[in-house]
């Protein structure tokens, strides 16, 4: 009897996954590790209505959209959806709008710039840019060690009191961005506080076990700088992004959380007295509008009456891009002070005029009026509403899902106390730009495969092309 022995055919070799390439994700990691550099203060001066900052990293943003312009033309590659072009068309219609209708076209170009540069240009940029929930986690220890940088020397500054002028001592932190550019630090410690938070609560698969408590101990850290900037609208935005993040992970997740946070308060301020008197007094000041208000607080609000003066003069379309500073004593009363005062780290005392309302939906309904505020507003509501419905079916991705939400919730809350202007407005465009890659893309919604996409599996569709993404990945 003769057996025959068949030999099993050899198993189908598995595709080479090809080496990783970090370039297309090397634009928007620029910009955010270009405002530590000592210069990031930038140069000339003044808010969104008057001067024009620029800083290095504006200069790179010009860089991000032209790589991607040119990436676009060699590849022809990765489209806008339709969902995408209704959230960026809309502010640009707006301020097409507002530009054409201001008593002078030539003085609002430089303000229509701007508006497209931090709210389409480099928004829209990253969202092509970016491929998968690596280049996110990229982006976002980027502005983790960002945060890091400036909050030390934040830190530093409160301790050796080298900061900015505040309370007649030169205490507040302000990292690198000087007494003109006091949100600066506010606002990147703000961003890498909630970044290193959503990768504390949602670790990604396959993480080193160390990432956790590293994450956990790099936000809590970041506390401390946020405290010491004394940034009232900061403090606020970041308190309720913060709590939506931990009501997402959960009630005992939140508890936990709240708990240490509580803790360390107790520790730095009762135990060693950090600040406890001046940061109780600025907390204070928040609710304190009729019973002798601080001057912060009268100017403030002065310069939201008078914008809402213009809106009620010009109700449809404002009065024209960049034009609040010369309809503002027109609209204010006598009350508003002539400047804020500046001085300190390392800057010499400086009289900052008052350019604007210190309220974006403020500023852009006095300056836009109703077609403004409605473009921007909804385009706003689209990304946080979009992200937040992704975010709750996703079941991968989770950590980028949620600084997505947590930048789109911080943001809008923020442009309650704060407009764009001054050396940090390029990250506002850099992380507006991760909340649309979450809520927008077609290529990931966090349901598809995980990682770093070895195979180009993610690929986004022309517009109006229906058909099913290969990989696993639904339609957006």
Request: a positive charge; hydrophobic letters at 55%.
């Amino acid at each position: 009897m003769t057996v025959t022995v068949t030999q099993a055919p050899p198993p189908a070799a598995l595709p080479a996954v090809p080496p990783r390439r970090w370039w297309p994700v090397l634009p928007p990691v620029a910009i955010v590790l270009l405002l530590a550099a000592p210069g990031s203060g930038g140069l000339g001066g003044g808010g969104v209505g008057g001067p024009g900052v620029l800083t290095p990293a504006d200069l790179a943003s010009g860089a991000l959209v032209l790589f991607c312009l040119l990436r676009l033309v060699r590849t022809g590659a990765r489209p806008l959806t339709w969902a995408a072009v209704a959230v960026f068309g809309l502010p640009v219609l707006a301020v097409a709008v507002a530009a054409v209708t201001a008593a002078d076209p030539g003085a609002a170009l430089p303000g229509a710039v701007r508006y497209l540069q931090v709210f389409v240009l480099v928004p829209a940029a990253v969202l092509l840019l970016l491929r998968d929930a690596a280049d996110v986690r990229a982006v976002a220890a980027a502005l983790i060690a960002l945060a890091l940088v400036q909050g030390a020397i934040g830190v530093h500054q409160y301790v050796t009191a080298t900061g900015a002028s505040y309370r007649g001592e030169n205490i507040r932190a302000v990292g690198t961005f000087g007494p003109t550019g006091v949100m600066g630090m506010a606002t990147v410690v703000s961003y890498g506080l909630l970044a290193a938070a959503a990768l504390a609560l949602w670790p990604p698969k396959g993480a080193p076990r160390w990432l956790r408590p590293a994450a956990a101990a790099a936000a809590a850290a970041l506390v401390v700088p946020l405290v010491l900037s004394f940034s009232r609208g900061a403090w606020i935005a970041t308190g309720a992004a913060l709590l939506a993040l931990l009501l997402l992970a959960g009630v005992r997740a939140a508890l936990a959380v709240l708990t240490a946070l509580t803790a360390l308060a107790v520790v730095l301020v009762g135990g060693f007295g950090v600040g406890s008197a001046l940061i109780g007094e600025r907390l204070g000041s928040i609710t304190q509008v009729t019973a002798a208000p601080d001057r912060s607080v009268n100017d403030r609000y002065t310069l939201w009456a008078a914008a809402a003066g213009m809106w009620r003069d010009r109700p449809l379309t404002g009065v024209g891009l960049k034009g609040f500073p010369d309809h503002r004593d027109g609209h204010a009363t006598i009350g508003l002070s002539a400047g804020s005062d500046t001085a300190g780290a390392g800057h010499a005392f400086h009289k900052q005029p008052l350019l604007s309302p210190h309220n974006m939906y403020l500023l852009i309904l006095s300056e836009q009026g109703l077609i403004g505020l409605t473009a921007f507003a909804t385009s706003w509501g689209a990304l946080l509403a979009r992200g937040h419905h992704r975010l709750r079916r996703a079941v991968r991705a989770r950590d980028c899902g949620a600084l997505a939400v947590a930048f789109a919730l911080w943001q809008s809350v923020d442009f309650l106390y704060a407009d764009i202007g001054g050396p940090s407005t390029v990250l506002t465009g850099v992380v507006l730009g991760l909340a649309a890659w979450w809520a927008l893309s077609p290529s990931y919604d966090g349901r598809g495969v995980d990682g770093s996409d070895p195979y180009g599996t993610y690929r986004t569709r022309p517009l109006g092309d229906s058909r099913a993404v290969p990989g696993g990945a639904t339609a957006a």
